[in-house]
């Protein structure tokens, strides 16, 4: 029986997710916290095959029965992160969650599915690094889909190491914020910033439609959410502190000497 290398990967990403979820939740909500994962991992597949399948209407025009062949192989991680990015909020809703909240709670499954994504374009031939000579040290070899053998810089392996090693540092250093909610917006910062860096170093071209890198706009897209959620989140503390509850009821401004 024949393995998938990538699928496997993506599979092992996708439950050691869900263990994150279930970590981070109370026992009597697991249930319906780790349905609403899986939900989200559905979307994003269903979303990474939808934009592969428009990246190629030529093909799937002429072939439509095999659009939602999976096994056939094909998949946009662009698409991956829109879909499960209308499922979270989606989820939100449904579990009665604040967005913050929610994202902090899936942000490390969308980290943890990342890594082993990066890992996995290395079985499918993506994604890989710029052609180096035999010689050195850390040059890889590579099956071209010609036939031709040469050496590569290992990039989806060195995208993997990083993005796990910012995960697990960040995990650690942000364990007593006194905001919770911070966490993902900062954290899906990180994720756009590496995804676009890495994205920049590929030799295969990246994903591209009309001669706009999709890498870069999902990964704009994030950054923007991220940023935004941030900025809401900074308006809704400001505002709380000048409510008749707060230290001062309003007599206190953000310049006032604190004690």
Not at 110 to 131: C, H, K, N, Q, R
Not at 133 to 157: D, K
Not at 167 to 183: N, T
Not at 197 to 215: C, E
Request: net charge neutral; aromatic share 12%.
């Amino acid at each position: 029986m024949t393995v998938n290398g990538f699928s496997l990967l993506i599979g092992i990403g996708a439950a050691l997710g869900l263990l994150q979820i279930i970590r981070r939740v109370p026992d009597k909500q697991s249930l319906h916290w780790t349905a609403a994962g899986l939900g989200l991992l559905a979307a994003g597949l269903a979303g990474a095959r939808a934009a592969y399948v428009w990246l190629n209407p030529a093909y799937y025009a002429a072939h439509p029965g095999t659009a939602w062949q999976l096994t056939e192989g094909g998949l946009a991680w662009p698409g991956a992160l829109a879909g499960a990015l209308g499922a979270f909020f989606l989820a939100a809703l449904f579990l009665r969650a604040p967005l913050g909240v929610a994202a902090d709670i899936f942000a490390p499954m969308f980290m943890t599915v990342a890594v082993t994504a990066w890992l996995g374009a290395g079985f499918s031939g993506t994604a890989y690094g710029a052609e180096v000579h035999p010689a050195l040290p850390w040059a890889i070899p590579s099956t071209e889909p010609e036939g031709v053998l040469t050496y590569r810089w290992p990039l989806q392996l060195i995208a993997a190491l990083t993005l796990f090693l910012f995960a697990w540092s960040f995990e650690r250093r942000s364990v007593g914020w006194r905001l919770p909610e911070m966490r993902a917006g900062v954290a899906g910062l990180l994720l756009a910033g590496h995804t676009a860096l890495f994205s920049y170093w590929r030799a295969d071209g990246g994903l591209a439609f009309n001669g706009l890198r999709l890498d870069y706009a999902a990964a704009a897209l994030l950054a923007g959410l991220c940023l935004l959620g941030l900025i809401a989140l900074g308006l809704l503390r400001m505002r709380a502190s000048f409510s008749d509850e707060a230290p001062g009821a309003n007599r206190e401004t953000w310049f006032s000497p604190r004690e």
